[in-house]
């Protein structure tokens, strides 16, 4: 199973970008999937959930209002979009493959990564 994130880049302050997560080799439309950053010197952060059916999402109240977590079984992508983007937001984005069905902001429930995108917001 791989997973390929892209869509990072620079940005100021209070724009927008939004990335995406291809999963190929593997289960895709029975698995939740989310979206997780490491902050530059900080640990992992939960981002984002979408359950397999992408009726339910969750996320942390620092992005709650300013991302979306959405998802294409049809092409086995998963997508984020980042509005309002904050300096604090600045971080390497990495895409995850859940291992069952449910939204979580566990990442130990998660069974593949992708190697992560590059997102830096200048103030």
């Known amino acids: 199973v791989q997973l390929q994130a892209s869509g990072g880049g620079l940005v100021q302050a209070g724009g927008s970008l939004r990335l995406s997560c291809l999963v190929s080799g593997g289960a895709f439309s029975s698995r939740a999937m989310a979206w997780f950053r490491r902050p530059p010197g900080k640990g992992r952060q939960f981002v984002a959930a979408?359950?397999?059916?992408?009726?339910?999402?969750d996320y942390p109240e620092s992005v709650n209002g300013r991302f979306t977590i959405s998802r294409d079984n049809a092409r086995s992508t998963v997508y984020l979009q980042m509005n309002k983007l904050e300096t604090d937001d600045t971080a390497v984005y990495y895409c995850?493959?859940?291992?069952?069905?449910?939204?979580?902001?566990?990442?130990?429930?998660?069974?593949?990564w992708g190697r992560g995108t590059l997102v830096t917001v200048s103030s």
């Open positions: 995850a493959r859940g291992a069952g069905r449910l939204t979580t902001g566990t990442a130990e429930l998660y069974d593949y």
């Open positions: 979408i359950s397999w059916s992408g009726d339910n999402a």
